[in-house]
């Protein structure tokens, strides 16, 4: 048995449709760890238990009130993220 928090792959799940509408935000790896990381820790945590093997957890419970404070969190993320990257811009 294992442990996994849903709410990591509903955060990396939605980011990519919240990052469209930052067009100037990083996609980098280090940013998208930093704008998830964010996120989950503004969101509550959806712990479930695996069984080794099983394919794919449903997040079939998750409300669209759910999904927008989901939303709403990663773009406040975005926004921290892309004032205060935690790398120097190449350009
Ligand atoms: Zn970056």
Redesign the pocket.
């Known amino acids: 048995m294992e442990l996994k928090n849903c709410m990591e792959e509903v955060v990396q799940d939605k980011m990519d449709i919240v990052l469209e509408q930052y067009p100037s935000c990083?996609?980098?790896?280090?940013?998208?760890s930093?704008i998830a990381a964010l996120a989950l820790n503004q969101l509550p945590p959806r712990y479930v238990s695996t069984r080794k093997g099983d394919v794919f957890v449903r997040v079939s419970e998750m409300t669209t009130e759910g999904e927008v404070t989901v939303i709403q969190a990663i773009a406040k993320a975005i926004e921290i993220?892309s004032k205060n990257?935690?790398?120097t811009?190449k350009s």
């Open positions: 990083c996609r980098c790896e280090q940013c998208r930093d993220v990257p935690h790398h811009t």
